[in-house]
């Protein structure tokens, strides 16, 4: 069974472009969470999408957003990008909310220049 | 809220040694509780998790943890390290119903030839 696929691996941006960040589940997982990791302030959720709908969302600002398709396939949109949203940007699959198991993709490396 | 506390930036340790890597939680109610590890340039793997039951968790590579509810602690150990298990630590928490994962900072662990 083909694990969570992230796309793009890696990207370069420049400072108030925005980003779309694409995330594929595990067949059978429903649930998609994404978390943002830097070194100053670790992993921290971003958000959480069951049957299409925002289930969760962290302390981001309202130029994080995201959604969930039907195939559960989801993409997360960060506009107005500034240096501080660098960051590696990882998707969490799982079967349903409160299953208690997440399986990781490898991640987006984002850079903001 | 929950919070994770990994009290150590670093853990070096000499290969064939025991290795302990420590966390500590905060949260209400029965969490449940992972520890996940990432190599560089890659997502996380899980690998292990309490829910109930016993306190001893075995999981993936010889690593094991010990659960304890008067101290709030989900220390992660293995008997004898191995270089390959250089890498970043981290222990999470998941509060029942929702797929909202607190992480702590994480922990380096080098291991040493």
């Known amino acids: 069974k083909a694990g969570v696929t992230q796309t793009p691996r890696y990207l370069i941006k420049t400072r108030g472009q925005q980003v779309t960040l694409s995330c594929s589940p595990i067949?059978?997982?429903?649930?998609v969470s994404w978390y943002q990791q830097t070194p100053g302030q670790g992993l921290q959720f971003l958000f959480e999408?069951?049957?299409?709908?925002?289930?969760n969302k962290g302390n981001f600002p309202g130029r994080f957003s995201g959604r969930q398709f039907s195939n559960s396939r989801s993409e997360m949109n960060v506009s107005t990008l500034e240096l501080g949203d660098s960051a590696l940007y990882l998707c969490a699959s799982s079967l349903a909310p409160g299953d208690n198991e997440q399986f990781f993709g490898p991640g987006t490396r984002l850079t903001v220049l | 809220a929950q919070s994770v506390a990994q009290p150590e930036d670093q853990v070096n340790v000499a290969e064939g040694n025991p290795l302990t890597v420590k966390c500590t939680y905060s949260?209400?109610?029965?969490?449940?509780l992972f520890w996940y590890v990432q190599y560089p340039n890659r997502g996380l793997q899980f690998l292990l998790k309490?829910?109930?039951?016993?306190?001893l968790v075995k999981g993936s590579y010889g690593f094991e943890a010990e659960f304890n509810k008067s101290q709030t602690s989900f220390h992660l150990k293995k008997p004898s390290a191995l270089v390959s298990d250089s890498a970043l630590y981290f222990c999470?928490?998941?509060?029942?119903?929702?797929?909202?994962?607190?992480f702590g900072k994480g922990n380096q662990v080098v291991v040493i030839p």
């Open positions: 067949s059978g997982h429903r649930s």
């Open positions: 309490y829910i109930t039951g016993d306190n």
């Open positions: 999470a928490v998941l509060p029942l119903g929702n797929n909202r994962l607190a």
């Open positions: 949260v209400s109610g029965n969490p449940y």
């Open positions: 999408y069951f049957s299409e709908t925002q289930r």
